[in-house]
T-cell receptor
Framework: QQQVKQSPQSLIVQKGGISIINCAYENTAFDYFPWYQQFPGKGPALLIAIRPDVSEKKEGRFTISFNKSAKQFSLHIMDSQPGDSATYFCAASTGTYKYIFGTGTRLKVLA | GAGVSQSPSNKVTEKGKDVELRCDPI?????LYWYRQSLGQGLEFLIY????????KSGLPSDRFSAERTGGSVSTLTIQRTQQEDSAVYLC????????????????FGPGTRLTVT
């Protein structure tokens, strides 16, 4: 019940396309859902986060869509660029310090 | 300002040896976390420190793992009698607060220490 299931494991997108990464959870007590971006050799960096009182949050080319009833949330990267090539992790928290991370999605954007 | 720093960046050790990994959190951050990231896996929570409170050690995989945080700042993760399955990237993160009491959840990660046990 504490798991966060992330898909796909890897994703290849053409430059200018839309990248979509999905996460699903079971624990309805989760109330904070961040996405992290990790480049090789670097630690994860917070990209965007959402709380369940809104269904969508947009920051630049990055959008989180949140479906509370389906217990799913997704990251959309519009106009994907080669510089977006990285591993993306979703996470969930119950309002405590413990994040439960997904297993990651390796995104490659072709030039 | 300076981010979270970790040292060493890479560590190769022989099976059975002890290792110490260091984390310097962002100045002023009261919460500090250790995670383990195995190849192709997500981040596994290990331990959490918040101010002077007792640490949450619930994620430590065995009693060979321990961590300390001195003076509310620098932290050291120690792995005794290392095993090959300990090979992973060990990530440290810090945040202003560890909970939702009006503070920020955002955790800022260091670059990690890649540990290889041969």
């Amino acid at each position: 019940q504490q798991q966060v299931k992330q898909s796909p494991q890897s994703l290849i997108v053409q430059k200018g396309g839309i990248s979509i990464i999905n996460c699903a959870y079971e624990n309805t007590a989760f109330d904070y859902f961040p996405w992290y971006q990790q480049f090789p050799g670097k630690g994860p960096a917070l990209l965007i986060a959402i709380r369940p009182d809104v269904s969508e949050k947009k920051e630049g080319r990055f959008t989180i869509s949140f479906n509370k009833s389906a217990k799913q949330f997704s990251l959309h990267i519009m106009d994907s660029q080669p510089g977006d090539s990285a591993t993306y992790f979703c996470a969930a928290s119950t309002g405590t310090y413990k994040y439960i991370f997904g297993t990651g999605t390796r995104l490659k954007v072709l030039a | 300002g300076a981010g979270v720093s970790q040292s060493p960046s890479n560590k190769v050790t022989e099976k059975g040896k002890d290792v110490e990994l260091r984390c310097d959190p962002i100045s002023g951050h009261t919460a500090l976390y250790w995670y383990r990231q195995s190849l192709g896996q997500g981040l596994e929570f290990l331990i959490y420190f918040q101010g002077n409170s007792a640490p949450d050690k619930s994620g430590l995989p065995s009693d060979r793992f321990s961590a300390e945080r001195t003076g509310g700042s620098v932290s050291t993760l120690t792995i005794q009698r290392t095993q090959q399955e300990d090979s992973a990237v060990y990530l440290c993160a810090s945040s202003l607060e560890g909970g939702p009491s009006g503070g920020s959840y955002e955790q800022y990660f260091g670059p990690g220490t890649r540990l290889t046990v041969t």
